[in-house]
């Protein structure tokens, strides 16, 4: 024990000596080196020190919750991920199915297009074959409806109230219905089924192939103020007009028209 003691007091005088002998200059930058190194030092542990005792904890509590999350994604998380259960459009028609793999047109649903072009087929698939009595009743913003080749029956009043409807369309390969200058008729141009109201022009050649005005095929009509009618009174008056029609009774009707030639 003495000789380590007395091995230690060499040591430490000798370092004495060397410090002594050692330059001022080079003295002073190892002072100064060693002073930063322990400020740097005191610095980090107090910095772990004064952390926020919940920080850690939180870490831990995230950590936890992805690994171990019981809880299941819901419908809308699969929606927002693109997995199942596509959203329905934001602009859709109402669709019915009848179940045999056709459907019918319902309503305007939440279609905001002024211009209202029926599908041939819903968005599961169905082929559109019917519009439903009703369907379209009040839309007073449509301005225009293109109906497709599917279709094989429309419902009584379908476009009742449209006090916007300029015009009716239909495919050309449509064997139920067709469209003459905007007007809808029966394929054969027998039944008159819908005038839109706010059709243009204030006098209207009616088609002498017309034996039937559907119901309320001219309600709310605007600006007709005449019909024009090639053929005689007496066929004229043969025309079956159903109700809701009461327009044809105010304005004039012109028989036995001759057009003019261009």
Do not use: H
Request: glycine letters at 6%; one cysteine or more.
């Amino acid at each position: 024990m003495k000789k380590i003691f007395i091995s230690i007091k060499e040591k430490t005088i000798k370092a004495k000596e060397k410090l002594k002998a050692m330059p001022k200059k080079k003295l002073a930058i190892i002072i100064v080196v060693t002073l930063l190194s322990l400020i740097l030092i005191t610095a980090g542990i107090v910095a772990l020190c004064i952390r926020t005792p919940g920080e850690e904890s939180q870490d831990t509590e995230n950590k936890t919750q992805d690994v171990f999350s019981s809880t299941p994604p819901t419908d809308e998380n699969k929606n927002q991920n693109g997995n199942n259960n596509t959203p329905q459009s934001a602009n859709e028609l109402l669709y019915v199915s009848n179940g045999d793999g056709t459907c019918c047109i319902s309503g305007l649903g939440t279609y905001r297009d002024t211009e209202v072009k029926i599908p041939a087929k819903s968005p599961s698939g169905e082929v559109v074959e019917e519009i439903s009595a009703e369907a379209f009743a009040n839309c007073k913003e449509i301005v225009t409806i293109t109906i497709p080749a599917t279709v094989k029956y429309i419902g009584d009043k379908a476009f009742i109230g449209c006090s916007s409807l300029i015009a009716i369309y239909v495919s050309s390969s449509n064997n139920y219905y067709c469209s003459v200058g905007g007007v809808l008729f029966s394929e054969d141009k027998t039944s008159l089924v819908c005038y839109p109201q706010m059709r243009p022009g204030v006098k209207y050649l009616l088609p002498t192939s017309v034996k039937v005005i559907e119901a309320y095929a001219f309600d709310g009509v605007k600006d007709l103020c005449g019909l024009l009618y090639e053929e005689s009174i007496s066929k004229y008056q043969k025309i079956e007009i159903k109700e809701g029609n009461s327009i044809l009774n105010q304005i004039s009707v012109t028989c036995n028209y001759i057009p003019s030639k261009p």
